[in-house]
Nanobody, 120 residues
């Protein structure tokens, strides 16, 4: 089982930037970020798999996902942050089939989450 530890969350004003990191204890074909706002279900944000990246529409052009395989670490660079980006961000890793990549039920290893708060 892969252990995942997120870092980099915090409080930022709208329009600002944050960079999240996720350190993994091992390698997985797919690594992804999900987020969960209060009262809402956990939602897909972005994933990286075999050099390809995938994003939910609301973050395209603002967020960039990347991974450093030598360090077993994944990153999420978040620019032009909006209040609606406020959520707990979770790192996950696994080997879902491509059609399930955006489904949280396809992953079994999760980090503890890191809070991102964007003030207006």
């Amino acid at each position: 089982q892969v252990q995942l530890v997120e870092s980099g969350g915090g409080l930022v004003q709208a329009g600002g930037s944050l960079r999240l990191s996720c350190a993994a204890s091992g390698r997985s074909p797919t690594m992804a970020w999900f987020r969960q706002a209060p009262g809402e279900e956990r939602q897909f944000v972005a994933a990286v798999r075999s050099g390809y990246t995938y994003y939910t529409d609301s973050v395209k052009g603002r967020f960039t996902i990347s991974r450093d395989n030598a360090k077993n670490t994944m990153y999420l660079q978040m620019n032009s942050l909006k209040p609606e980006d406020t959520a707990v961000y979770y790192c996950t890793a696994g080997s879902p089939i491509l059609s399930n990549l955006r489904s949280d039920s396809a992953y079994y290893n999760w980090g503890q989450g890191t809070q991102v708060t964007v003030s207006s």
